[in-house]
C-alpha cells in the first residue's frame, strides 16, 4: 500500500513509452514512403499501400498498450477500493471505543 503512488507514475511511464514509440514508429514509416516517392513518383500508389499496413500494427500495438495500463490502473484501483473496505469496520470500532 505503501508504494501504490509508485505504481500509478510507472504505468504512466510505460503507457507513455508505449505511445511515443508508436508515434516515432509511424513517423519514420511516412517520412520513409514520403522520401520513396520523392525519388520514384510512379511507384506512389505501391508505396501507398506498402505502408497502410504496418502503419495499422504500429497502431495497434499502440492501442493494445494504451488497454493494458488502463486495465493496469483498474486493477490498482481495485486494490484500493479492497483495502479501504477491509479498514472501514476497524475505524468504526476505533471510533466507538472512544
Do not use: H, W
Amino acid at each position: 500500500m505503501n508504494y501504490l503512488g509508485l505504481g500509478y507514475i510507472g504505468i504512466g511511464l510505460g503507457m507513455a513509452g508505449c505511445l511515443v514509440g508508436a508515434g516515432l514508429g509511424i513517423g519514420k514509416l511516412a517520412s520513409s514512403a514520403l522520401e520513396g516517392t520523392a525519388r520514384q513518383p510512379e511507384a506512389a500508389g505501391t508505396l501507398q499501400t506498402m505502408m497502410i499496413i504496418p502503419a495499422a500494427m504500429i497502431e495497434g500495438l499502440g492501442l493494445l498498450a494504451l488497454v493494458a495500463c488502463f486495465l493496469g490502473v483498474l486493477k490498482l484501483n481495485s486494490g484500493v477500493d479492497a483495502a479501504a473496505a477491509s479498514r472501514a469496520p476497524m475505524a468504526v470500532e476505533a471510533q466507538a471505543q472512544r
